[in-house]
Each structure stands twice: as C-alpha cells, then as structure tokens.
T-cell receptor, first 112, second 117 residues
Framework: QQPVQSPQAVILREGEDAVINCSSSKALYSVHWYRQKHGEAPVFLMILLKGGEQKGHEKISASFNEKKQQSSLYLTASQLSYSGTYFCGTRPLRDSNYQLIWGAGTKLIIKP | DTEVTQTPKHLVMGMTNKKSLKCEQHMGHRAMYWYKQKAKKPPELMFVYSYEKLSINESVPSRFSPECPNSSLLNLHLHALQPEDSALYLC????????????????FGPGTRLTVL
C-alpha cells in the first residue's frame, strides 16, 4: 500500500518553515526522502532507519516515529532552492520484494 | 561520485519505431532500475536487475524490453509503443540488497523524456 503524504501541496514565503508527513500502514524498515524539481530527476535527501531517529541535511531534517509508522520532513527557514516535489519512499519491514513504495508527493512552492 | 548517466535526454518516436534508452553507472552498484514517471506522479517501477539478473518485472508490456549487458550498463529497448507511453523514463542504481550494512539508497539518472507520436 502506498504511503500517504500530507499535505499535497504547500506555498510558503522565503524564510518560513514547513513540515511534510509520510504515513504507512505497514511496519517499516526505512524511509527515504527525495526532492524532485520540475523536469529533473529525484535527488536523494536522507534516509531514516530507526524509530525516533533524526537526520539533518543543511536546514532540512527528518524524524521517524517507528510506533506510528510515520516520518516527517522539516524544512526550516526555507530558501527558493527548496521548491520542488518531495517524495517519501518506504521499505516495509517484512517485504521479500525489498523495493521502495513511493508516496504521491508533496509539492512545495517557495515565493520570494 | 553518485552519478548515473542516461542517453538520450529527449526522444521522439513513432509507433512503429524501434529505439533504445541507455543508462550507465560507475559506482560499483549491483542493482539497477527502470522507472516510468508521468507528470505530477511518483516514479512507477518497471524493472529491477540485481547482480545482472532480472529480479522484478512489474507486469510491464512486452513492447518494453530491458537488457543488462554488464554491471554498469542498463538498456531499455522500445518497440511499437503507444502514445500513452510518453513519459519521463528514469534509471536508478543502488548497492544492492545483499551488500552488508548498506541502506540500499537509490540514485537516479537525469531521465529520458520520451514522446510517442
């Protein structure tokens, strides 16, 4: 089952903060976050492996709540370059297929 | 270096043409992927090669034919496509499921924008 991302879209002013959520109905081994700009390939941001683990990438960080099967991506003091569509890819804990299951994406628009 | 290269960047073909998409990586990755992506949608997995063997075929029509000549190269042969096959075709690679201690992060190439007339 596809993980649910929320919100579907968000519009921010430069310097504002945003949170993007990714929820799965399955127990997860990992959550992968990617950003894709229009007409370009998805770019890997970070991976979350353990419950409660947080990782950071510049002013972008993420957490993984293992009990809730939910990951959140935090963008602080957003920059124009943060615009794009953010996808989470989840890898279920017990899945012989071992492939990423992608969320539908969250479109982030940053205005100056 | 996390570079995956794809050629061509753009391709326009008729429904009777035969063409091929190419993908290359030199990261020593043992898993390679083909994805199809429509506008405003997430990537849709088509094929996975693991250690140069086709491990996953997500019920893709036979007009798409993958080939993995060696661990660095991945091709997608196209024949008798339909207009609805127009999309961005993405190649990705990862270390592979059985690599010890790895998280199997997928790295994407820039994609081929395919238009079928």
């Amino acid at each position: 089952q596809q993980p649910v991302q929320s919100p579907q879209a968000v519009i921010l002013r430069e310097g504002e903060d945003a949170v993007i959520n990714c929820s799965s109905s399955k127990a997860l081994y990992s959550v992968h976050w990617y950003r894709q700009k229009h007409g370009e390939a998805p770019v890997f941001l970070m991976i979350l492996l353990k419950g409660g683990e947080q990782k950071g990438h510049e002013k972008i960080s993420a957490s993984f709540n293992e009990k809730k099967q939910q990951s959140s991506l935090y963008l602080t003091a957003s920059q124009l370059s943060y615009s794009g569509t953010y996808f989470c890819g989840t890898r279920p804990l017990r899945d012989s297929n071992y492939q990423l299951i992608w969320g539908a994406g969250t479109k982030l628009i940053i205005k100056p | 270096d996390t570079e995956v290269t794809q050629t061509p960047k753009h391709l326009v073909m008729g429904m009777t043409n035969k063409k091929s998409l190419k993908c290359e990586q030199h990261m020593g990755h043992r898993a390679m992927y083909w994805y199809k992506q429509k506008a405003k949608k997430p990537p849709e997995l088509m094929f996975v090669y693991s250690y140069e063997k086709l491990s996953i075929n997500e019920s893709v029509p036979s007009r798409f034919s993958p080939e993995c000549p060696n661990s660095s190269l991945l091709n997608l042969h196209l024949h008798a496509l339909q207009p609805e096959d127009s999309a961005l075709y993405l190649c990705a690679s990862s270390q592979g499921r059985w690599s010890s201690g790895n998280t199997d992060t997928q790295y994407f190439g820039p994609g081929t924008r395919l238009t079928v007339l």
